[in-house]
């Protein structure tokens, strides 16, 4: 018969001396097995010390004494044997004196490693104060220079911006006159050609009167008069509502284009308002740009070479772990390999194994069978002959041999599952695995973002402390923008401004670069509002 061990079972025990004494012994089915005990030596205890001194030292032995079970259970010839070993262990006095100077040590090591922080957080602290007050200084010393510089650059703004609109005026004025004169034009070309077709129209009318007279004759004469007459009112009824049809048709097909085209104008008068307006805003805030970028570029530096500084920082730790994520994902990788040649030997193991237990089962499925027959003889049953005994047994042996296949493709089905589900789970590994190196530089994607947007966060505090007074610049500039847009929107209208507001942003965009638009004067319009 042969031996495995069923179970393993270790445990560690701490028990008294008093109690170890009077351990019971172990039942037969147990058997002991005396381990090696470390040897002792105990000096000769002095008669006079008092017995109280002896209480206390022997409680103090007790204490450090420690007692450790090993508990093996296995199965012999079918009978279960379970082995104990115990074993006294003693702790050590010189250990907790040693630790403790080490733990002693290492204390005193992270209050200075904290020490050394304190004052480099300190100094930080202080750098970082004497900048900020020397870089307040040099915006009160500039600031008398910025002034004069704003003030050159308003009055050539100013001056360039009243030749800009009249120039704009000009141009409105001369678009909105050749506007008129293709609105005429248009009108004289549709009613040429309605005139065409209304005399196309009659043509086909006196034609259909030829056409009725030319039946009236065919009839018999005594009949024509009737006939013509009530024909004839019929048909001049017909075609007296037909032509004031036709007429209203054309009337309203010409009022129809017309109205169309002067929307079209006027959509390309919106737009070319629109284009004005825009280029106003953004000459507007280009102008407030350059007094803004001279106050900003020295700190710029600043804020770039910090910034430069992180990005360096966790590029290293970002390369760092690249190289840790590729050791851990080729372990992972030899650790499947492993796993898949231990599988793959085990069913090799298994398919050789198979055939000769097959056989042995068919050899003995075949010799009950024959004793089967053996049985049941001829002799017992006279309708069975040799012959049929024979064929039972080609029968029984072919039989055997699809069993045998069967349990042969069974078996390989089996091992292909296997190796697919060792796969399945390794690859899952792997995606796991992959994952959570995602996740972890992911995290150290968004630890870097968060520094940089702390730091940006500072630059923005810094800037303010230079220009307090421009968000509220900005904000009253944006709103006189949006009243300017609103204005013009509600002039021209919302349909106007949407019909043409796709087929002109890309056209704004490239010619005065910003979506935003400061309007003209009132007086612009003139033309326009005379129309409507």
Known sequence: MSRSDAESV????????????????????????????????????????????????????????????????????????????????????????????????????????LQKQEQKQCQDLNLRAHMALEAQILFILQEKKFEQEKMALVRAFESEMEAKLKTQKQLVEKTEQQQENELRQMSKR??????????????????EVKLLKQEIDEMQKD?????????????????????????????????????????????????????????????????????????????????????????????????????????????HRRVSCRKEDELLKRQAAEKRALPKRIRSEMKIREMMFRESLRIHAPGSNPATGPEDEKDRLRKFQEQEKKKYKAEQQRLDDKHIRQ???????????????????????????????????????????????????????????????????MEQRKFYGDMVLNDVSESLSSHSRNVFGSGNSTPLPASSFSSLESET
């Open 10 to 113: 270790s445990t560690s025990v701490s028990q008294d001396s008093n109690k170890e004494n009077h351990t019971s012994t172990p039942s037969p089915s147990e058997s002991t097995v005396a381990p090696e005990e470390e040897v002792i030596l105990r000096r000769k205890i002095d008669s006079k010390v008092s017995k109280k001194e002896r209480d206390r030292a022997k409680e103090e032995l007790n204490y450090k004494k420690k007692t450790r079970k090993r508990t093996r259970k296995f199965e012999v010839d079918g009978v279960i044997v379970t082995t104990t070993t115990s074993k006294v262990i003693y702790g050590d006095d010189d250990d907790s004196v040693t630790n403790y100077h080490l733990n002693r040590k290492q204390e005193l090591r992270e209050f200075k490693l």
């Open 190 to 207: 549709i009613r040429a050609d309605q005139e065409k077709e209304m005399r196309l129209f009659r043509e086909g009318l006196k034609q």
């Open 419 to 485: 190796l697919e589900e060792m796969r399945g789970s390794s690859e899952a590994a792997k995606r796991e695995l992959e994952q959570l190196q995602n996740e972890k530089r992911a995290l150290l994607t968004q630890h870097e973002e968060m520094k940089l947007k702390e730091l940006d966060e500072l630059f923005s505090q810094h800037l303010k402390a230079f220009k307090s007074e421009i968000p509220l610049k900005l904000e009253r500039l944006e709103a006189e923008f949006m009243s300017q847009i």
């Open 223 to 331: 009949m024509r008069k009737n006939a013509w007459r009530s024909r004839k009112e019929q048909l001049d009824r017909d075609q007296h509502n037909r032509e004031r049809q036709f007429l209203e048709k054309l009337n309203e097909s010409h009022d129809s284009r017309m109205k169309r085209e002067n929307e079209i104008h006027r959509s390309r008068i919106a737009s070319m308002e629109r284009q004005f307006l825009e280029e106003r805003h953004e000459r507007i805030r280009r102008h407030n740009k350059a007094l803004w970028d001279l106050e900003e570029s020295h700190m710029k530096e600043r804020h770039q070479l910090k910034k430069r500084q992180i990005k360096e920082s966790f590029h290293l730790q970002r390369q760092q772990m690249l190289i840790r994520h590729e050791k851990e994902l080729e372990h």
